[in-house]
């Protein structure tokens, strides 16, 4: 069966980094575009950043842009999302999630979109 598995969150101090990873199975990776979303306590799940099938199109939230990278590595299976620079309302569970698509470098960041989900990971970052 499908499997998205994310790793990477933890607690950090406000201006550091992590990486997170997102690890696919069960599916024809190169096939769909990935996406990060994050949902913190109360609110809706929202886009943070997506990538196309072949690593081009990305495409990010007006509130992570030049702070948060995605990428993809289709020999692995497994997508990205660097974050540097964190802040405390960057504080959520962040989820990896899959959407197929006949578009090689095109995004699309409304949840309802994407077909497979992560089960997601923590972030929390302190000030």
């Known amino acids: 069966q499908v499997q998205l598995v994310e790793s990477g969150g933890g607690l950090v101090q406000a201006g550091g980094s992590l990486r997170l990873s997102c690890a696919t199975s069960g599916l024809t990776f190169s096939s769909y575009a990935m996406g990060w979303f994050r949902q913190a306590p109360g609110t809706e799940r929202v886009f943070v950043a997506g990538?196309?099938?072949?690593?081009?199109?990305?495409h990010y939230a007006d509130s992570v842009k030049g702070r948060f990278t995605i990428s993809r590595d289709n020999t692995k299976n497994t997508a990205y999302l660097q974050m540097n620079s964190l802040k405390p309302e960057d504080t959520a569970v962040y989820y990896c999630?899959?959407?197929?698509?006949?578009?090689?470098?095109?995004?699309?960041?409304?949840?309802?979109?994407?077909?497979?989900w992560g089960q997601g990971t923590q972030v929390t970052v302190s000030s």
């Open positions: 999630a899959a959407d197929q698509t006949f578009a090689l470098d095109s995004v699309r960041d409304y949840p309802s979109s994407y077909d497979y």
């Open positions: 990538v196309g099938r072949r690593g081009g199109g990305t």
